[in-house]
């Protein structure tokens, strides 16, 4: 809980929500400045089709100007690809990512390849509010509020997972006891070991007809131990899978993140 607070006290009086905006090609997300300690807001540009990095760095550099035409305080903006990886633009720029700010002498922004070109000097609350301001916002104390609750909630179903695993070995055991020390249960297991056996037994003479369920349910664990015994003997090609896997996860969630944006 301490580690929690102590996160959580890192946070701005307001938590202002990110800003979407799609394109065609691509969709940025603004990610304002909500912690004490940050020196500037950052912008996230994805890509969702294959676009030549020169455009990508003019891309970068436009909306550095329309976003700090909105919010004028300093930016960072970076790019990435439609798997969610970062965009390398080493070979053209310094570095992948973009830095802006408004110099308040003639009011003009000042773009850099750099992130030391990011002014020295903490910004104000005021400041940033004032900017903000018409932004929707949560509160420190309702996030706080949520995240204690969100703990509090798995404290409660873990203690349920332990309790239930707690109660369920004891019923093991005290059956295991009663069998020894009583006929009668005893009796009854061995009846009902029996009665497995000579199931199973007549399903497999064909006998027995499954039910829809239990045909899954053994097709499923027929599935997992041929797939386990093809993964065992090739390591290195079931984790190449794994990371395809993924790959294709993180484009289906970027893809609808797209989709579910409304400008």
């Not at 946070?11 to 799609?22: A, F, T």
């Not at 891309?59 to 970062?86: A, H, N, T």
């Not at 027995?208 to 239990?214: I, P, Q, S």
Request: charged residues 35%.
């Amino acid at each position: 809980m301490n580690k929690n607070v102590n996160y959580n006290n890192t946070l701005r009086k307001y938590i202002y929500n990110d800003v979407k905006k799609k394109y065609d090609k691509y969709f940025v997300t603004y990610h304002p400045i909500n912690r004490e300690t940050q020196k500037f807001a950052s912008l996230s540009i994805t890509f969702t089709e294959l676009v030549d990095i020169k455009e990508i760095a003019n891309i970068m550099e436009e909306e550095l100007d329309k976003w700090m035409s909105k919010f004028p305080l300093p930016l960072k903006v970076d790019s990435f690809d439609e798997k969610g990886d970062p965009i390398s633009l080493k070979s053209i720029k310094e570095n992948n990512y973009l830095v802006g700010h408004l110099n308040k002498g003639n009011n003009k922004v000042v773009k850099s390849w750099k992130i030391k070109a990011l002014p020295e000097g903490q910004l104000t609350g005021v400041d940033i509010d004032l900017v903000y301001k018409g932004l929707s916002y949560k509160k420190r104390v309702c996030v706080e509020k949520d995240s204690e609750t969100k703990i509090r909630n798995k404290k409660g179903i873990k203690k349920f997972v332990d309790t239930t695993l707690f109660f369920w070995l004891a019923i093991s055991v005290t059956i295991a006891f009663l069998g020894w020390k009583s006929f009668l249960v005893g009796t009854i297991a061995f009846i009902y070991s029996l009665y497995k056996s000579l199931k199973r037994f007549l399903q497999l003479k064909g006998c027995w007809h499954e039910t829809k369920n239990a045909k899954r349910k053994r097709e499923k664990e027929r599935k997992m131990k041929h797939y386990y015994y093809h993964c065992e003997l090739n390591p290195d090609g079931f984790n190449r899978l794994i990371v395809e896997n993924l790959a294709e996860i993180e484009k289906e969630r970027i893809k609808k993140e797209r989709e579910d944006i409304k400008n």
